[in-house]
Structures are given as structure tokens and as C-alpha cells.
């Protein structure tokens, strides 16, 4: 069963690609790889050169001369750049466009839509020059049915239009779909079916003969740049970093950015420090121990003995603390340790008298140990 899927989807026909591309090299229904080998053969003696950089960028070479050759679903110029393209045209050079719409409004030209009531539309396409092939062709294939609402008659001539007819051949509609517009020494072309110059359109009957026929028009003494830039399906990658590498400068700036970087990581790498590792350092475990021997003692009941080492503390604080010497005990001494502790003579006396006390003793109780380290813990406060 496995084997027999995969020889089915190996063995399968590959679904039609309909996206509308108008790329060059594209051989899909949609693209113009046909029209761009049948220009050669068109225009034989004439130069073709591919352009695949923004008109503005192009076209700021003056000197540029010949016919600039769009074929694209829709063209949005920018306004600086659509007036370079007037600029080359009113030098002397034309421009052709086959677009459902672009942005040529400084030129007092609008499109619509051309709609009917037919419950099946067909269209129909031709051309307006007895000197031409005057055939009505039907394309097929859906399209935008776009045609000029609004030209300037002054300086437009009507080259074809477009006819939408029922399924009983009778005419519901019809408009201006291919225009040449004056403008200084050149001429603008103005074609709103740009589905004619693709793959499927050309080799579909005998539509290439129309095509022919539109691209008439184009004077064959001209070089012909030809669009590659407006393109939907275009072959190089729109990505930010595309447009940084396809700049000289912004592409040296970014290799220079990137050696910057590796020599930051390699000298940042040599010069610091390596990771300290952490380590824990041993617990004080005084005050346990401490807390296990006076346990001990203390469940030992050797109370005489707990009270010797309280009484040793007390004056190796008064030793450290007070800066009293020890070694005699005497009026003097109490004084000292009254004065240096903030206590009184008398807390003092109290205190010592009751070490004396211990001290002679073979053995003291519970009590007695309790009241010792009460004494010393308020005298030491």
C-alpha cells in the first residue's frame, strides 16, 4: 500500500500554476517567457536589453534612448520617478505599458471597469488601424475588463478597445482598452490587457497575431529596455537584505559590519577573564558543636562544670571588652568593671560575689547556674 502511494504521487500530473507572474523566465500559463523570445524574433535588428533595476535608478542616465517596455498586473510608480519617466519621454523616447492599472493620474487619464448585465460575458479585443489586423480575438480567461473612462482628446489617439458581447454574440458593452497619449518628442502607449502578452494568451489560437500586432506599434529603430523590475513574479528575492547587498555601499557597510564583528568576538574572547566557578564555602558549624557539648553537659547534669567554663567567658570578656586585667579582684577592680560595663558597684560586687560563691563550691544546682547566667547576661547589657 505504501508503495503503491508513493507511485501515485510520484506519477501524479502536476496541478497548472494560474498566478499571474509576467516573469521573463517563467513558462507558467501567466508568465511571459514566450513573448520574450517572440520580441527577439520581432525585432531582429533591434537592440533588447533587459533591465532589472527601478526605472528612476535607471533613467538617471540621460543619454538613455530607445522604448522602455512594461508588461505587469499592476505598475505603482512613485511620483519622482514616474516624472523621470516623462522626462525620457519628452526627450524623444517612448514608453509601452500593459498594466490593469499604474499610477499615470498627472496625465488626466482614468480606467474603470467595464460591467454588463450578461449572465456569461464575453470578451472581445481589437485593434483600430485598417493597416492592422482589425480581428475581434475572445481571450477566454477571466480578466479585469479595465478601460479609459476619462482621456485627453487632445493629445490621445484610440489604437483598439474592448467588446464585451452575450453568449448570443450580441454586443452589451464596449470601451477604449489601448491608447497612444503625445508627450513633448515621444509617446506614451497605454495597454490595459497585460494577460495578452503572457504564455497562455500567445499560444492560444491565433492570438499571437494581435500580440503581433500591438507590438507593432513599437518603432523597431529604438533599442527596447524591457522591464524585468515591475514584475509580480519577480526572480530576485524582495527582502530587506537583498536591498542592502544589491546597494555598493550599503553592501561594503555591511561586510565591514560583519568583520567588525568577528574581530570584536575574537579579541573580546582572548582578553576576558574565564568564568570564576562558584564555591560554596564550608558552614560554621561552631555553634552546633557549641549547642552539642552544652547539651551534653547539661543532660549530665554537670552543672558545676557548665557554670566554670560561663564563669572563664565572662572574664575573658572583661579581659577583651573592658580592658580589665583579671588577675586581682578587689575594690579597684570592681570599680573598673562598673564604670567600663555602665552597671553599678553594687550590680558589680553582686555579681562577683555570687561567682565566689560557685567558685567554692563542690557542686551547685539548677537554679543556682540559671540565676549565674541571668546576672551575667544583664550585666553584659
Known amino acids: 500500500m505504501f508503495a503503491l502511494i508513493v507511485f501515485m504521487e510520484v506519477n501524479k500530473k502536476e496541478p497548472i500554476n494560474w498566478f499571474p507572474s509576467y516573469a521573463a523566465h517563467h513558462k507558467i500559463p501567466y508568465g511571459t517567457y514566450v513573448l520574450t523570445e517572440e520580441v527577439k524574433e520581432l525585432f531582429k535588428d533591434t537592440e533588447i536589453r533587459r533591465i532589472n533595476q527601478p526605472p528612476y535608478q535607471f533613467l538617471q542616465d540621460t543619454t538613455q534612448y530607445g522604448t522602455y517596455f512594461f508588461v505587469d498586473g499592476a505598475i505603482n510608480f512613485g511620483k519622482e520617478e514616474f516624472n523621470e519617466l516623462l522626462k525620457f519621454v ?15 493620474d498627472t496625465l488626466n487619464l482614468e480606467t474603470k471597469q467595464l460591467t454588463t448585465n450578461a ?8 485593434l483600430l488601424n485598417r493597416n492592422l489586423d482589425t480581428t475581434a480575438y475572445e481571450f477566454d480567461k477571466d480578466n479585469s475588463k479595465i478601460v479609459f473612462s476619462e482621456i485627453d482628446t487632445l493629445k490621445t489617439t484610440i489604437l483598439g478597445k474592448l467588446i464585451i458581447k452575450n453568449d448570443d454574440s450580441v454586443e452589451e458593452a464596449s470601451g477604449v482598452n489601448f491608447i497612444k497619449y503625445k508627450h513633448g518628442k515621444g509617446q506614451f502607449y497605454f495597454h490595459t490587457l497585460p494577460l495578452a502578452f503572457t504564455n497562455y494568451v500567445v499560444l492560444k489560437d491565433n492570438n499571437h497575431q494581435y500580440v503581433a500586432s500591438v507590438l507593432s506599434y513599437i518603432d523597431e529603430s529604438k533599442p527596447i529596455f524591457y522591464d524585468g523590475y515591475y514584475k509580480t513574479g519577480k526572480t ?34 582572548k582578553r576576558t577573564q574565564r568564568i570564576i566557578p562558584i564555591i560554596t564555602p564550608l558552614k560554621n558549624q561552631t555553634l552546633a558543636f557549641t549547642r552539642t557539648i552544652a547539651n551534653m553537659y547539661f543532660e549530665k547534669s554537670e552543672h558545676k562544670n557548665i557554670a566554670e567554663h560561663k564563669i572563664n567567658y565572662f572574664l575573658e570578656y572583661i579581659r577583651t571588652q573592658l580592658h580589665v586585667p583579671t588577675t586581682s579582684i578587689n575594690d579597684e577592680f570592681y570599680n573598673f568593671v562598673a564604670l ?3 552597671n553599678t558597684l553594687e550590680d558589680a560586687q553582686q555579681l562577683f560575689k555570687v561567682i565566689e560563691t560557685i567558685q567554692n563550691s563542690q557542686a551547685i544546682s539548677k537554679e543556682q547556674l540559671i540565676s549565674l547566667n541571668t546576672l551575667i547576661e544583664k550585666f553584659k547589657k
Open 90 to 104: 519628452a526627450r524623444g523616447n517612448d514608453v509601452f505599458m500593459s498594466t490593469n492599472g499604474a499610477t499615470i
Open 119 to 126: 449572465f456569461n460575458e464575453r470578451s472581445f479585443y481589437k
Open 236 to 269: 530576485k528575492i524582495t527582502s530587506p537584505m537583498h536591498y542592502i547587498l544589491s546597494s555598493d555601499n550599503l553592501r561594503w557597510a555591511y561586510y565591514t559590519a560583519l568583520i567588525g564583528v568577528l574581530f570584536f568576538v575574537v579579541f573580546k574572547g
Open 340 to 342: 567600663r560595663s555602665g
